[in-house]
T-cell receptor
Framework: DAGVIQSPRHEVTEMGQEVTLRCKPI?????LFWYRQTMMRGLELLIY????????DSGMPEDRFSAKMPNASFSTLKIQPSEPRDSAVYFC????????????FGEGSRLTVL | AQSVAQPEDQVNVAEGNPLTVKCTYS??????LFWYVQYPNRGLQFLLK??????LVKGSYGFEAEFNKSQTSFHLKKPSALVSDSALYFC??????????FGAGTRLTVKP
């Protein structure tokens, strides 16, 4: 299995631009998670899906952030408009099992907003 | 809501010595506890987990962790550290609501 695939690995953009991060979970995994990692805040859970349905989006910072999962093999995290404080590494992870299962992480998308 | 705490930002040990990375948890009901490792510019990798059963859990790369219910702790241990163990380590808890919450991370440095 190829694992969780994220793209792009690196993104540099200017403030105000739209950013779209993409994730392909491991086939057969019912749960998909988006995390943000920064030095100041560590790993923050932004949102997670179960069978393509958003379950908890309380970690999404504000309305500029949105996430979708149109099918079992694809999810996007969009920031519009982007701001310098959004600079972080964004991780996608998937899991096959409820509550007791470990997460499988992608390599992350490093976002820099100038 | 469930949470975990990692009281040490940094742990330094000499190669060959035992290492311990501390984690305490707060959760209602039975905890499902995990340890992950992160190498530079990589995603997190699963090391081990405690769901139920034996309090001593063995995982990847010779790591183990001890679940202690009375102390609400789940410390990560290894009998003999390697330089290649140097990385960022995260404790995490997952509950019946199914989301995974991570600690702040502990940077382990193993010196030759």
């Amino acid at each position: 299995d190829a694992g969780v695939i994220q793209s792009p690995r690196h993104e540099v953009t200017e403030m105000g631009q739209e950013v779209t991060l993409r994730c392909k979970p491991i086939s057969g995994h019912d749960y998909l998670f988006w995390y943000r990692q920064t030095m100041m805040r560590g790993l923050e859970l932004l949102i997670y899906f179960n069978n393509n349905v958003p379950i908890d989006d309380s970690g999404m910072p504000e309305d500029r952030f949105s996430a979708k999962m149109p099918n079992a093999s694809f999810s996007t995290l969009k920031i519009q408009p982007s701001e310098p404080r959004d600079s972080a590494v964004y991780f996608c992870a998937s899991s096959p099992i409820r509550d007791t299962g470990e997460l499988f992480f992608g390599e992350g998308s490093r976002l820099t907003v100038l | 809501a469930q949470s975990v705490a990692q009281p040490e930002d940094q742990v330094n040990v000499a190669e060959g010595n035992p290492l311990t990375v501390k984690c305490t948890y707060s959760v209602s009901g039975n905890p499902y506890l995990f340890w992950y490792v992160q190498y530079p510019n990589r995603g997190l990798q699963f090391l081990l987990k405690y769901i139920t059963g034996d309090n001593l859990v063995k995982g990847s790369y010779g790591f183990e962790a001890e679940f202690n219910k009375s102390q609400t702790s789940f410390h990560l241990k290894k009998p003999s550290a390697l330089v290649s163990d140097s990385a960022l380590y995260f404790c995490a808890v997952r509950d019946r609501n199914n989301d995974m919450r991570f600690g702040a991370g502990t940077r382990l440095t193993v010196k030759p």
